[in-house]
Each structure stands twice: as C-alpha cells, then as structure tokens.
C-alpha cells in the first residue's frame, strides 16, 4: 500500500477518487439526539467543511506546534475540527465527557490545549473546570487568535504529532501519550491490511463503532481505516443494547466494532429479527470471554477477531487471530505482525522457557526499534526513558506462547483494573478515596465480572468510630463520585481494620487482589455496582 503521511492526506486521496461515497453514516435507528433521522455525509461534503475549517484555524495562527481540545462526542463536527487541524500541522486532544471537573482540569492543563471546541450540550458541563489556557468556544463559533503566532503550516508530515491520547497506566495520573501522523497511517494500515476473515474490500466497507474517538481503536482503526480505502464510518456516541442491531442493520455495517463486554450484553437480549438482518463480516471485539465468543458466533453468524495492542504500541506492536478461524484456544490474542520483535520473559528478564508465562517486551523490527509506536509521554522523560528500558517496551501484560506462534494472555503486571476496555489505574482511584474525610486509607484491586471484564474493588479502612455499614459505602462512593469519572469508582467496597503489607511496608498487592476476589465470592463485600451505574448520567 502507498504510503500516505497523514489521516488529513489519507481522506484528501478518497475524496478524489470517489467525492459522492459516504464517509459517515448513521441511521434514524441509531437514535442520535442530535440527528433523530441519522445522517448521511459524504467525503466531498465533509472534505468542503473541512476546506473552510482548515481556512478559519490558518486565518486564527493554528498550526504546527498547537494542540486544540475536542469535546464533540463521535460527532460529525469531531472529524471535521479534527481533518482542519491535521491539515495544518495541528494535534487534537479528544476528551473524554464523562471526566469530572479535577479530571478534565489536568487533561487540559498538562496538555496546554489553546482551545476547547464543544458540542452545545457539553457547554453547561464544563462549570467548575479550570481551563487553564485554553479558551472554551462552541462547534461553530468563531476561532479565537492562536496565543502563539505559529504560522508554519507546511503540509503535515509523518512525524508531526497528531493526537494527544490519555491513558492509565499504574501511576496515579493519566499519561499524556504523544501519538504522531506515521503512529495512526501505520495503525490503519495494519486494521485495513489484517486479512483472513478480516479482510476488507476498498470503497465497499462500512464499519460502524460505538467506542469512543478519544481511543486509538476508533481514532486510528475505524477512522482513519476507513479514510484509507474509502469506506464509511458509522459513529455511535455510545453502545445501546436495545438498538443495536437495528443499527447494525440499517446502516448495512459490514464490520462492527465492540469490547469484550457487549457480547455478553447482547446475549442476554431476547430473539429479535434484526439479530439476522445484518451484513457484517467480523466484528473486532478483544477480550471476550471464550464461552461468550462461541454462543455469539453461532447466534448471529459473525466471528469475533481478537487482536491486543496499547496506545504507546499502535500497529507496531500488535496481535491479530484474523488469520487463524476459530483454530485457538482461550484469551488468545493472536499473532504478532510479521514487523514485531517480541519476548517474554521473567522478573529478572531473561527468557521464560516455550509455553510458561511472562512479561511481553515488544519493538519495532529494524534498526530503528521505536518507529511506529508513541513518540512519547508528555512531560514525562522519565516514564518514557522507562518503559523503553534496555531498549524494549515493557507492556506489563503478561502472556505465554504456544508451538504454533501464537500467544495467549496471561495477567498483567500492573497495577491496573481492566473494566470494559479502560485502564484504571488502582493509585488514581486509591489517591481520590484517601483524600476523603472518612477515609484513613484504602487499597483498590480489580476483581472478576461476567459483564465488564473486571470491576474496580475498594478496601477501606475508615476513620472515625462510626459504622462501617452500607450507608457508609454508599456516602464515599457519591463523595469520591465528585473527583473521579463513574467508571473508575468502586464497585466494591469492603472495610478493615488494616491493609496487609509486604516487608517493604508497600501494599501487598498480590494479597489485596486475591482478598478482593475471595470477598465477593464470599458475599463479605457491599455491591455498590448498580449505584454505581447512576452516576453515569451525571
């Protein structure tokens, strides 16, 4: 495949060969509050809003060396500010709604985002967020002067950085990860490329995704794969069971994308017609559970592709089974791309022998071992330096092998809570809890659910004498509720007199996690998942 060195100059190249196709898409049934008839926008239309977006940014200073703050949603506005800014050499950072004010706050500060754009219906949400320097302005107002006059806006080339993406690793903060132009046409090419069962057909796909645009799974996969071999994008803003096959069918998605818990989801629902009015191919779903992956084969007649990646990773280092049928066992991820040096290995890290367990190291194969992946963390050298220690990448994902090249996750290393397709990071969420008045310290693992994978779980040691009780519980959960996005807060609570320590004095974090989950099993715990599950709409 040509090379291409931007998403902005992958979608240019499908507007001119076919300007009439469509590039986004929803039906009347996807049930969009903001297009209760779905919409059809085709890549001449959008390329036309794009041309004058890109004018009034150039007219305003924004250019290379900027970064703009996108709070649209998977909307259509989205990818227009977005294509503008790629245009001229600018970088986005998508955010995240459902981050809380403190949340949103650092986001914004560490990424010194000079402006915000904003869907209408985020404008009232953003109250109580200190914007730092950027300035906060409707989809559709007019674009305030760049506060730097940087005006190079050369064509983007393959190293400019694109997008500033959020992740949560098993610090307390979120990583401000640096993802360039070659990051996201190395992804795409990677998605549009897999074959198998994955394989694609240019200007006949239609992919349609309810995972979020401040991922690289959507930004990099359903996007800009799309733009690549001019095929449409269907762009929910979030996944509902109850119309999600009739959007699946209307909008004649060939390929769907989803996580690991929508599958369950979606095996709970009654028989429905549309569960077979569809036309997709495969949906890419990693993370599904190995029982789920079968039943929902055969219900709906769609195979599940498992793949892993990171976003510090990208399609540098990444797994597919697209190749493989349904020929593997389970929490198989599949096989490495032909371009990915690998290795697992032990605590002291040497080698592990074939078939045992260990932590997966990966780079680019080559002499240059980094081209392709993260060009960075933001402000953070030393995490960087880090994770590339002796010159690999330390996922912190540990995985074993078999004899026919193919590797199977294992656990991680990490002190991370896996829910639904997010890291959450346990000192994030440890960090919020202790910092409550009726909290002398807590200790946060993940534990095992049939539905999202895993769900974050909280020992608390209480201050005060009073009751540790369900009334309790549920006053730190609306407390911590304040600080934290919905899907990070505890679903568990369970209170102790101490935390168990390793000789270090450090938390033990192998005791916690193994407590945690005979807790639950045990009944010895407060279920706080359905409240917890309120606050989503908050």
């Known amino acids: 495949m040509a090379s291409i060195a931007s998403p902005f100059a992958a979608f240019a190249a499908s507007v001119l060969r076919t300007p009439d196709a469509p590039f986004l898409t929803a039906p009347a049934s996807a049930g969009l509050s903001y297009a209760p008839d779905g919409f059809r926008i085709a890549y001449g239309a959008l390329f036309a809003e794009v041309e004058q977006l890109r004018a009034r940014y150039r007219a305003a200073g924004y250019g290379r060396g900027t970064r ?43 990424s010194r985002a000079q402006l915000l754009v904003a869907a209408r219906e985020r404008m009232e949400g953003m109250r109580g967020v200190d914007l730092a320097q950027a300035r906060l302005i409707e989809a559709g107002d007019a674009i305030p002067a760049a506060q730097a006059d940087i005006r190079d806006v050369a064509e983007p080339v393959e190293d400019d950085e694109c997008a500033l993406l959020f992740t949560s690793g098993s610090t307390g903060r979120p990583k401000g990860c640096i993802l360039s132009n070659r990051y996201f046409m190395q992804l795409s090419e990677w998605y ?15 992919v349609l995704t309810p995972l979020p645009m401040f991922h690289m799974n959507a930004l990099g996969c359903s996007a800009v794969g799309m733009m690549r071999i001019g095929g449409a994008v269907v762009p929910l ?44 191919k495969f949906a890419l779903a990693p993370g599904v559970d190995t029982n789920h992956r079968a039943a929902f084969e055969a219900r709906y007649g769609i195979p599940i592709v498992e793949a892993w990646a990171m976003t510090e990773t990208g399609g540098a ?3 597919s089974t697209a190749g493989e049928g349904s020929a593997f066992g389970p929490r198989c991820i599949g ?10 290995v ?4 040497a080698d592990v022998a074939p078939g045992q367990p ?53 656990d991680r290393k990490k002190s991370i809570v896996r829910r639904s397709g997010e890291n959450i990071a346990v000192l994030e969420v440890e960090s919020a809890l202790n910092r409550l008045p009726g909290v002398e310290t807590s200790a946060v693992a993940p534990v095992p659910d049939p539905l999202r994978g895993e769900e974050v779980f909280a020992f608390i040691v209480a201050a005060g004498s009073g009751a540790r009780d369900i009334a309790l519980a549920q006053a730190i959960l609306e407390q911590v509720s304040q600080t934290l996005a919905y899907h990070k807060l505890p679903g ?35 279920d706080l998942r359905v409240l917890k599950g309120a606050f989503r709409a908050r």
Request: net charge negative; glycine share 8%; with cysteine.
């Open 68 to 110: 703009v703050a996108l709070l649209l949603d998977n909307r259509p506005d989205f990818f227009a500010h977005w294509l503008a800014l790629n245009a001229l050499g600018a970088s986005i950072v998508p955010l995240n709604p459902d981050l809380r004010a403190d949340e949103m706050t650092f986001q914004l500060s560490l």
């Open 192 to 206: 549009v490329t897999q074959g198998g069962i994955a394989s694609l057909t240019p200007g006949e796909e239609v």
């Open 237 to 280: 803003d979030r996944f509902s069971a109850r119309r999600w096959w009739a959007s699946v069918a209307d909008s004649g998605a060939t390929v769907v994308h989803c996580l690991g818990v929508i599958p369950a989801i979606l095996l709970e629902l009654p028989v429905s017609p549309d569960e077979r009015r569809h036309q997709v």
């Open 317 to 319: 280092a990444v797994t």
């Open 335 to 344: 096989r490495p791309v032909p371009s990915m040096d690998y290795r697992l």
């Open 346 to 349: 032990d605590d002291a890290g």
């Open 358 to 410: 260990g932590e997966l190291l990966v780079r680019a194969r080559g002499s240059d071992p980094q081209r392709g992946f993260f060009s960075g963390y933001l402000d953070d050298p030393q995490a960087t330096e880090d994770a590339w220690a002796d010159g690999w990448f330390h996922t912190g994902d540990v995985l074993h092998g078999d004899d026919k090249g193919l590797l199977y996750f294992f």
């Open 492 to 526: 568990y609570i369970a209170f102790v007199d101490a935390l168990p320590l390793a000789a270090t004095r450090k938390l033990a974090r192998g005791v916690i996690k193994e407590n945690a989950a005979h807790a639950v099993e045990g009944g010895s715990t407060f």
